[in-house]
């Protein structure tokens, strides 16, 4: 049982609790149902807020319609996660009339945060990039910026500890040399390959980081940065279709080494290096050193809820218990929405933040699913949800130093992509301890888990299984890193692919797509025009996928091809019906 390497952290100080400061928050508001386990207390949801805060823009039942048909509303946003802010407050910023529409009682979606009995707990995971404050791709911090906002990050003196097969301890070192010359002492006759590798990630990044981003969709800034940039677009040009593993192959031969790659390209992808795409791979291979990680002071659900703040600001609109079930078509274009109430919203374009399979599978079930959602379709599938345990714990079970985030695959690397093979933790309070009472730590376990394994059971019967399931995950890393952690526990929530299906509104509790096959790069990846005029999709089921910061820069793109098609941004109908008609061509080679 190897202690967690003592490594002392240097966080910076953070003020004493994390009271949210939102105006943009739901009423008090209780949701009760599915998904939690509790060691003591008041049954409540996982994931459901204990206690909304101050008064938000507005709860959907307290507040009239509006917008009427042809568009006081520029745009409606169904869904306020990362992808439906960044698009909405992009829009806003450029002087869009904006209104967000979401389900849920607060913003953010699986970026969200819920407090229980004096912890903070993030929805999703803590690993957060794009933060810094230098470069083109600190997507969450320009978007932040874009109205107004900021927010005081904890730098992460690593990404993350990987515990792999064989006692592989590798941990991701902020500065990339230590990284390096860490991975190179584990694989010393690998020392070139390990070089060529990630030089390939970087010469990618750096093109990455060079260009302006905008909608790779609008013509006139796509052939603007070809013009200004021809050799970094060109790179990414070549690479867009090219997939992590391959080139790794180019240069490694170890299957271990290979082994590990697969590890660093599953944990933000949930697929092996084989199928996931090189400019994905190099986007986190870099920036986790190049901007850093960084955590946001107070939890992550800060950025929404900084985010819903800055969209109101800016006098556009937020409402929350807002679910809508249909897109509304007029002579075929998208011209506003219906909730589940009754009550309709107009506007000139509609913006999708649900998954592509609930956008045309239920918001638009009575249309048959267009040839491009079909090819999609084709191409990708759900990617497995989560099983989470969020816990709080004694502080004295960790060891001094211990690291934030943690990667678990304990024996056999055949379990890398199997449901529940392989662990992911994150322990924010090391970073930021105001996130839970003095004294005690919080750790974020998560597993994937598809929701077939969930369904069809009694209640009683679910809840055992949450129980057994979770049970199992602890032991396990009470045996790998922290022993005595199951007697430490003094709070513990289990959320099942059910939870997440239910309280993120996601088909299946899907976290996004993943490749049915081995994919042609980012090639066949939708980006957010749809066949549908007037309707747009944001999220991780758009170009390039899965990830805050992916979903961030798919908000950003969105946002510049709508202010282009509602006159807010120059367009140009002629070379746009040649781009758009072209990037569809591509799609239909992967
Ligand atoms: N880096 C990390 O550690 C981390 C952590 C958490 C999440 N993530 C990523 O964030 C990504 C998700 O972001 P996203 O912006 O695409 O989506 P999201 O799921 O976070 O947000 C979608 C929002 O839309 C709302 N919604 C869905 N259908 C609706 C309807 N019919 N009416 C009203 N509201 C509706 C949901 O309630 C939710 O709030 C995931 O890919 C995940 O990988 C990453
Ligand atoms: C159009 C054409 C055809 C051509 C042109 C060329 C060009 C110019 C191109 C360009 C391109 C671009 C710009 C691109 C961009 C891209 C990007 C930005 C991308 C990004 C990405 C990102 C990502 C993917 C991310 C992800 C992340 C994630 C998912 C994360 C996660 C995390 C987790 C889960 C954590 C873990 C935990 C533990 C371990 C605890």
Redesign the pocket.
């Known amino acids: 049982m190897p202690p967690l390497a003592a490594r002392l952290l240097h966080a910076p100080a953070v003020p004493a609790a994390p009271v949210p400061t939102s105006s943009a928050r739901p009423s008090r508001l209780r949701a009760a149902g599915a998904g939690r386990t509790r060691s003591a207390g008041v049954r409540r949801s996982a994931l459901a807020p204990e206690k909304a805060p101050p008064p938000v823009a507005v709860a959907e039942d307290e507040a009239g319609a509006g917008g009427g048909e042809g568009g006081t509303y520029d745009a409606i946003v169904?869904?306020?996660?990362?992808?439906?802010?960044v698009a909405a407050t992009q829009l806003a910023a450029k002087g869009a009339r904006v209104l967000v529409?979401?389900?849920?009682l607060i913003?953010?979606?699986?970026?969200?945060y819920y407090r229980r009995d004096g912890f903070t707990f993030?929805?999703?995971?803590?690993?957060?990039?794009g933060f810094s404050d230098k470069g083109n791709l600190n997507l969450i911090t320009k978007a932040l910026e874009a109205v107004g906002h900021k927010m005081e990050v904890i730098p992460d003196p690593s990404t993350v500890h990987f515990h792999l097969p064989g006692d592989l301890s590798v941990l991701v070192h902020r500065e990339y040399d230590d990284f390096i010359r860490e991975l190179i002492s584990k694989f010393p006759h690998e020392k070139e390959g390990i070089l060529q590798f990630y030089g390939t990630c970087w010469k990618i990044f750096n093109s990455l980081n060079s260009l302006e981003l905008k909608s790779l969709e609008e013509p006139l800034y796509l052939f603007g940065q070809f013009f200004q940039k021809p050799l970094e677009c060109l790179t990414l040009a070549y690479y867009l279709p090219q997939n992590a593993g391959d080139i790794a192959r180019k240069f490694i031969k170890d299957q271990k080494l290979l082994s590990f790659i697969d590890a660093e390209c599953f944990i933000v992808s949930t697929v092996n290096a084989l199928q996931t795409p090189m400019i994905n791979a190099s986007m986190v291979l870099c920036d986790r050193h190049f901007g850093g990680i960084n955590y946001p002071v107070g939890g992550?659900g800060g950025i929404a809820t900084s985010l819903a703040d800055g969209l109101v600001d800016k006098g556009s609109e937020i409402r929350y218990k807002?679910?809508?079930?249909n897109v509304i078509l007029k002579n075929g274009k998208a011209v506003g929405v219906r909730l589940s109430n009754g009550k309709e919203f107009f506007a000139k374009t509609v913006i999708s933040?649900?998954?592509r399979w609930?956008t045309f599978g239920?918001?638009l079930k009575d249309k048959e699913l267009p040839v491009e959602e079909k090819n999609f379709q084709k191409n990708y599938v759900k990617a497995p949800s989560f099983l989470s345990i969020h816990m709080g714990v004694k502080a004295s079970v960790l060891p001094a130093g211990t690291d934030c985030h943690h990667f678990v695959l304990e024996d056999d690397w055949n379990n890398l992509e199997k449901p529940y093979g392989s662990i992911f933790l994150s322990i924010p309070t090391v970073l930021d301890p105001s996130l839970a009472p003095e004294g005690h730590h919080i750790l974020h376990i998560f597993t994937t888990a598809g929701i077939e394994d969930w369904e069809g059971l009694s209640r009683k019967e679910y809840e055992q299984k949450k129980e057994a399931v979770a049970s199992g995950i602890i032991r396990r890393l009470e045996k790998k890193l922290f022993p005595g952690l199951k007697d430490s526990i003094v709070l513990k929530e289990v959320g099942s692919p059910k939870t997440h299906r239910r309280?993120?509104?996601?088909n299946d509790g899907t976290?996004?797509p993943m490749p049915r096959g081995k994919p042609k790069g980012l090639l066949a990846m939708p980006f957010n025009t749809t066949s549908i005029d007037g309707l747009y999709c944001?999220?991780?089921?758009c170009f390039p996928?899965?990830?805050?910061?992916?979903?961030a820069f798919?908000?950003i793109m969105c946002a510049h091809r709508v202010a282009a098609d509602i006159g807010l941004e120059q367009k140009s109908p002629v070379l746009d019906a040649g781009l758009l008609g072209l990037l569809r061509w591509l799609r239909t080679l992967a």
């Open positions: 169904i869904g306020s996660g990362i992808g439906g802010l529409l979401e389900k849920y913003p953010g979606g699986s970026s969200g993030d929805v999703g995971s803590s690993v957060m990039f992550v807002a679910n809508v079930t933040n649900a998954t609930d239920k918001l309280f993120l509104a996601r976290y996004g944001v999220g991780d089921s996928g899965q990830g805050v910061i992916a979903v798919s908000g």
